[in-house]
């Protein structure tokens, strides 16, 4: 690069040369010269000669980031390896971390044992989608487009339509086809479904975008709202080695009839009021309800000969119970502090 | 859905202690939010009269007043006739007149909630006032502030405030989404029946809410009005009436407490009177100014049709909105005056001029309702009411209500007739449900006379028409359609603490494994048990992220509604994710540490319709290493995790090929081609990535200089498991020694130990030797880099013999020259 102006010339000729020498090359960029010219620019009055010699330091200065970039680039030597070697030259072989050190996610954990006690209660397990389709995550759970009911579902749509599911029970209408058969001749359906779920809303100690729900789903001949509370009391009762007392309470969804929500008696108080029951007795864990008939339909499955329940519930939500976890955003956190206690 | 409990009195007893009653709502009918004891916030408030009230000596605007309580009020300086000093600043206050006083020590009813306000008796400007003569907004039941309350209705000197206006109330609030199959449940109404039901007495709907309501035509019409229903298919029912002879004002006291309790903001007597309307019966209602409506357009009309795009609306409010195609819209003429079922128009607005008024009470249809309010960011109380389809058999009974509420309170007349615009309505359909379905559903034995009874209360009608029970819902339950809408109808009213709690029978057959989930059970142990530490990270990333590890955002799914710019895209691989945890861990304190994962990773592409992205499921590990003292690259490292994991779930012999340079995968940008190596299973199938990473990443992520890591498909992993094989313990001792290989830098590791392996495997299939091969070190001097020296230990045996010295220097001998021949290796 030549330059017309002499002073550029001049600093351009001293760069250059200490450039070579520089250990940090990109405190070439902070040198004093080069300051000196925009210093001089300001001076200079409006019109033509300031034009041009303002072109030319700034041709300069970019002349500089380039051999900086460039300097950066070649000064990074890739030696390469033998991959298929166990060690590397002159050096021992790796060692493993301590094994003190190591740990489970707990929501896994957690999952595994809770997926345990359903696997012993006789439930199949199949594992959610985190991308799905309009269809299995509303329409086949009987909400129409544009349903009111759809605005309890933040949900985070892709450009192509796809949604990240707000429950699991996006999954219930491929359980139901899947296992459909095998209810005909005569074996109820019993599965669990666990998974990563989504919620389009701002993070805060209480509320996190994504958490883990595992959804329970029944379906046999003559099945009745009595059941589903006590498979809810079953489950709730070997998950914490004691007898609990549940509740259901009305409440909506439009995938199941009656819907309701389900609360377990505290199991750290004895129900008689605690912190983590705010006092009530009462811990309320997740919805559940009588599947629709038209679910069912949508499924191939005959509504007037069988009927069915289904429920779910957060994982999250136990463990913080559980160990008392004052952030939900801590799962997510990949903080080593907070996995190295589990 | 905030429910006054005083107004729900109205119309049943809901005798019961508000606790039991509340916990009964919450067992029956919805969760409640919040219960709000409102007279405990008024219990101090009292009617006073004002005895006289004089110019403060020393402030222009202030009043000195003498209250008389009728002595009601203890502890407070009276004077000799008994009479309260108070002082006020209010414009409006005068001798004779009732108002109403919060003596000292009460609290102001307005800051109540938040930010409790406690009086006392102070002096302002040199003079005593004992407590306050208190505004609409001090009351907290409405917003003037310009003036005290003035009772204008008769009180009681001395009475109680909060019992003379039920506002010794509570608010019960039940969860809105409770109600969204409910239209009856967003007025009171609709839950004075409900909580009649619940507690098994039987309610009857008050005479003037019928659908067959015969309104009195007036003589003459003196407001005529055209209206017509363009949007017949969006508006089931469109409804009006014109009204002469208004005299807007401020409604009476206690239409105004009337919404102050339910939180709604009086404005004056005749939109009151529709939303209490409103309020009372579920079914929102609206009133335009006659003649602004008959002037804006040059036509007395009201009509509907649906909205094109351009078009504009100045709405209650006086904020003008874009219309867009496809909303339903109340016009008059060619003007648009209002947005169907969501927000009336300021421009027809009722206002304190208004004298004529049109009253419109029309059915439109939830979906669209919703599309619209959520469309324009409305979300009004009409609109939640409409969204949950609102009877349109109502729309007589609620107009007739509201005609006769403002004829009362505003003088207004009728000055045309009703005019009710619909096709057919649909009337509510008989559902069959046998009392045998009914009981198999709940696992109860109800008898027919049960079932009459618990949802005679709540005024269906049951009936044996041909053998067949047969539930007529009544007009204004518009979501009763199935048998099943009758089973929750009964489990609910007669109580799901009934409910028989037995399990379901299973058969003995057991249930299927997921196969996956049981595998990811075992890397989680396996890898923990190796000091790794398994996180969790989101599925979503920043567009950034890609953009640091050189992963085109073309190949991500992209989400068009995150709030979060932090959650643009599906996550293609777990790696950046991981990469993204190393430094803030590091700067936490941890020098030395490997984090996995296993999710799923998807890669957009074109789909098929109705086809769903593939789920890859994902291991994913990254080691980071932040201390000085560590000898050689970190790439070993991560290896050694995935030698270590291959071998703990057989699926040994896992193959490290270099990087082919033209390999375009989003999954192996991050890594250094150079440093990093594919991984196949033994069959040689593409199992995923190892390596280190490339220079740009790791200065992008702060990554330490030691850092590595793995990505690999876990169904591939998963396929590659075996049996573990098994050998026969040996009685005869093992001989050990160990071999030093020098060859070119050039040769592999793995070529090399090949020679080796095949060589005492052909002595082992041919002559039984038990042989175990394991590599010590690899050297090399420095002044001497083109040559490198291997060493392995050897352990042979043979299951029916002691090895002697010449038979282990012959093998040795044999392992020599094959290294010879092969690679050109020299024993050393």
Excluded at chain 1, 18 to 29: A, C, N, P, T, V
Aim: aromatic share 8%; hydrophobic share 40%; glycine share 8%.
């Amino acid at each position: 690069m030549s330059y017309s102006n002499p002073e550029v010339q001049a600093a351009q000729a001293a760069l250059e040369q200490r450039f070579e020498s520089m250990e940090d090359k990109r405190s070439i960029l902070r040198a004093p010269e080069l300051a000196a010219l925009y210093d001089r620019l300001k001076t200079l009055p409006a019109g033509e000669a300031r034009a041009n010699f303002g072109k030319e330091v700034n041709q300069l200065k970019l002349e500089l980031e380039k051999k900086v970039r460039e300097a950066q680039a070649s000064d990074v030597k890739v030696e390469p390896l033998d991959v298929t070697a166990p060690m590397d030259i002159n050096a021992s072989m790796p060692e493993l971390l301590s094994a003190e050190n190591g740990s489970c996610h707990p929501l896994m954990s957690e999952m595994d044992e809770i997926l345990n006690i359903f696997y012993r209660m006789g439930f199949g397990v199949v594992e959610s989608r985190e991308l799905d389709d309009d269809y299995h995550m509303f329409t086949s759970l009987n909400f129409p487009a544009d349903h009111p009911a759809r605005d309890e579902y933040d949900t985070f749509v892709t450009d192509e339509g796809l949604i990240a599911p707000a429950h699991t029970s996006t999954m219930q209408n491929r359980v139901l086809k899947e296992y459909k058969p095998k209810l005909e001749q005569g074996q109820p359906i019993a599965v669990v479904i666990p998974g990563r779920v989504f919620r389009n809303e701002d993070l805060d100690a209480r509320h996190e975008h994504t958490f883990y729900q595992l959804e329970g789903v029944y379906v046999g001949k003559d099945v009745h709202a009595g059941n589903l509370a006590a498979t809810i009391r079953a489950w709730l009762s070997n998950y914490y080695g004691r007898d609990i007392d549940i509740k259901i309470q009305p409440f909506y969804f439009p995938f199941t009839e009656p819907s309701f929500e389900f609360a377990a008696g505290c199991p750290f108080c004895d129900q008689k009021g605690c912190n983590v029951c705010s006092y009530t007795g009462w811990i309320e864990l997740g919805g559940c309800g009588m599947i629709h008939p038209s679910v069912l339909r949508e499924a191939g499955i005959e509504a007037s000969t069988y009927s069915g329940f289904a429920w779910g519930f957060g994982i999250d939500r136990l463990v913080m119970l559980k160990y008392d976890i004052e952030d939900v955003r801590h799962f997510e956190s990949a903080n080593l502090k907070f996995l190295r206690q589990f | 859905m905030k429910v006054s409990l005083n107004w729900v009195k109205e119309f049943t007893e809901a005798s019961m202690p508000i606790d039991q009653l509340v916990a009964k709502i919450g067992a029956q009918l919805g969760a409640v939010d919040d219960v709000v004891n409102l007279g405990e916030r008024y219990k101090d408030a009292v009617i006073v009269k004002v005895i006289a009230s004089e110019k403060h000596p020393d402030a222009d605007k202030l009043s000195v007043c003498l209250i008389d309580d009728n002595n009601k009020v203890q502890d407070v300086e009276r004077n000799s006739d008994g009479l309260v000093q108070v002082v006020c600043g209010a414009p409006n206050v005068h001798a004779d007149m009732l108002a109403v006083w919060l003596p000292p020590k009460s609290v102001v009813p307005a800051t109540a909630a938040k930010d409790p306000f406690t009086l006392e008796a102070r002096e302002i400007r040199g003079v005593v006032s004992n407590g306050m003569l208190a505004s609409a907004q001090e009351l907290g039941i409405g917003d003037d502030h310009t003036g005290i309350v003035d009772i204008s209705e008769t009180g009681e000197v001395g009475a109680s405030f909060a019992q003379t206006y039920a506002l010794d109330d509570y608010i019960i609030d039940i969860e809105n989404k409770m109600f969204t199959h409910r239209p009856d449940c967003f007025g009171m109404l609709g839950i004075a029946r409900e909580i009649a039901g619940i507690c098994n007495q039987p309610f009857v709907s008050p005479d003037w809410y019928r659908q067959d309501v015969n309104i009195q035509t007036p003589v003459s019409e003196s407001l005529p009005l055209a209206v017509s229903n363009g949007a017949s298919q969006q508006v089931s029912r469109f409804t009006a009436v014109t009204m002469s002879n208004i005299t807007v004002g401020p409604s009476p006291l206690k239409l105004q407490t009337y919404l102050s309790r339910v939180g709604v903001k009086p404005i004056n007597n005749v939109v009151d009177v529709t939303n209490y309307v409103t309020w009372l019966s579920g079914q929102p209602l609206h009133a335009y100014d006659y003649d602004k409506l008959k002037a804006l357009s040059g036509q007395a009309a009201l009509g509907t049709r649906i909205s094109k795009d351009g078009e504009e609306l100045r709405i209650i409010g006086g904020k003008t909105i874009k219309l867009r195609d496809g909303a339903v819209v109340i016009t008059s003429g060619d003007k648009v005056v209002g947005l169907g079922g969501v927000m009336g128009g300021a421009d027809t607005e009722v206002d304190e001029n208004t004298k004529n008024i049109v009253l419109e009470c029309a059915s439109f249809d939830m979906n669209l309702t919703r599309k619209t309010s959520m469309e324009y960011g409305l979300f009004t109380d009409a609109a939640t009411r409409f969204t949950k389809g609102q009877s349109p058999l109502q729309n007589l009974a609620v107009l007739c209500r509201a005609v006769e509420e403002i004829g009362k309170l505003a003088g207004g007349k009728l000055a045309g007739p009703v005019q009710d615009i619909h096709s057919d309505l649909p009337q509510p359909t008989p559902v069959f449900a046998e009392t045998s379905f009914i009981n198999s559903r709940l696992g109860l034995s109800l008898t027919d006379a049960d079932i009459d009874k618990l949802l005679g209360n709540v005024e269906f009608k049951v009936s044996d028409s041909e053998g067949k029970r047969t539930v007529t819902p009544p007009f204004w339950r518009t979501d009763i359609a199935l048998p099943e809408d009758i089973v929750e109808e009964v489990g609910r009213l007669y109580g799901y603490e009934h409910l028989p709690l037995n399990l379901p029978q299973r058969s003995v057959e057991p249930p299927e494994v997921d196969k996956q989930l049981a595998f990811k059970t075992t890397i989680r142990s396996v890898l923990s048990a190796a000091g790794a530490n398994e996180v969790l990270t989101y599925s979503f990333v920043n567009g950034s992220l890609l953009d640091k590890v050189g992963q085109a955002k073309e190949a991500a799914f992209h989400i068009k509604n995150a709030l979060s710019p932090a959650l643009q895209y599906y996550r293609i691989s777990l790696m950046p994710s991981l990469l993204e945890k190393v430094h803030p861990n590091i700067k936490n304190g941890f020098d030395k540490f490997a984090l996995f994962e296993m999710g799923k990773g998807h890669i957009k592409k074109h789909l098929k319709d109705g086809e769903l992205p593939n789920e890859m499921n994902i291991l994913a590990l990254a080691y980071a290493d932040s201390t000085k003292s560590a000898d050689g690259a970190a790439y070993y490292q991560a290896k050694r995790y995935l030698d270590y994991l291959a071998q703990a779930i057989s699926a040994g012999g896992l193959i490290y090929e270099p990087l082919p340079p033209e390999l375009d995968f989003a999954i192996v940008k991050p890594f250094e081609p150079q440093r990093s190596a594919l991984v196949k299973t033994a069959d040689g199938n593409m199992l995923g990535i190892i390596g280190e990473f490339k220079t740009d990443v790791a200065r992008s992520l702060k990554l330490p200089a030691r850092a590595a890591g793995f990505e690999l498909d876990l169904s591939v992993l998963a396929n590659a498991q075996s049996m573990k094989a098994y050998y026969p313990l040996n009685k005869y001792p093992e001989t050990i020694q160990d071999i030093t290989l020098r060859m070119a830098s050039g040769t592999t590791y793995a070529a090399a130990e090949k020679v080796l392996s095949e060589a005492l495997m052909t002595i082992g299939t041919e002559q039984g030797y038990i042989y175990q091969l394991k590599p010590l070190g690899i050297f090399q001097k420095p002044e001497d880099k083109d040559y490198k020296q291997l060493t392995w230990r050897i352990a042979l045996s043979h299951p029916d013999k002691t090895l002697t010295t010449e038979e282990v220097n012959s093998i040795f001998g044999m392992l020599e020259s094959s290294a010879k021949e092969k690679f050109n290796g020299s024993r050393v």
